[in-house]
């Protein structure tokens, strides 16, 4: 059993697809990680695993998985189909919801705008004075998944380059 279990994670690392859409992950939670720091200057350790925000993890994830997969198993599979329509399902959703919640997102970034005026108006010795601003993530601009797709895609092809250079 134990050589069972060692074959399958030493197989699970030399997994180009898993490992280039892992990679995907972390740079784009990375991006967002150091993006919010420079807006804020404040390091917030919830943007490395939190959603929403430039670029969007989900789709640089998904495009990874799928592009590596096309690489490596070939585009013409059924194992790529399918790695192709979650792609394209999982980015068109993450639109989707910010689309579909249209009018209440609206009602929300209003109050949240109002209840933001409010802590800025507040005295400096009031405890609520140093909250950081409120702000409402839902799903993703079309230009936040197009620009985790590429990240995935970019992440994927150097991926393959490697995985080429090595054999």
């Known amino acids: 059993m134990n050589e069972v279990a060692s074959t399958t994670s030493s197989s699970m690392f030399h997994n180009y697809p898993l490992i280039s859409a892992i990679v995907a992950f972390a740079i784009a939670q990375s991006i967002k990680f150091f993006t919010a720091w420079y807006k804020e200057r404040r390091w917030d350790p919830k943007q490395l695993v939190g959603s929403g925000g430039m670029p969007s993890s989900h789709s640089a994830t998904v495009t990874a998985l799928a592009a590596s997969i096309g690489f490596h198993e070939g585009f013409g599979g059924p194992l790529f189909a399918t790695a192709l329509v979650l792609a394209c399902i999982v980015m068109y959703d993450a639109t ?14 209003l109050v949240l705008l109002v209840l933001n005026q409010i802590v800025y108006e507040l ?3 009031h405890p609520l004075a140093e909250s950081r601003p409120l702000r409402e993530l ?4 079309p230009p936040q998944v197009i620009a985790g797709g590429l990240l995935g895609l970019i992440t994927a092809v150097i991926g393959y380059l490697i995985t080429i250079a090595s054999s």
């Open 96 to 109: 989707g919801v910010r689309l579909q919640a249209g009018r209440q997102a609206e009602v929300r970034c």
């Open 123 to 125: 005295p400096a010795e």
């Open 138 to 141: 839902l799903g993703h601009t």
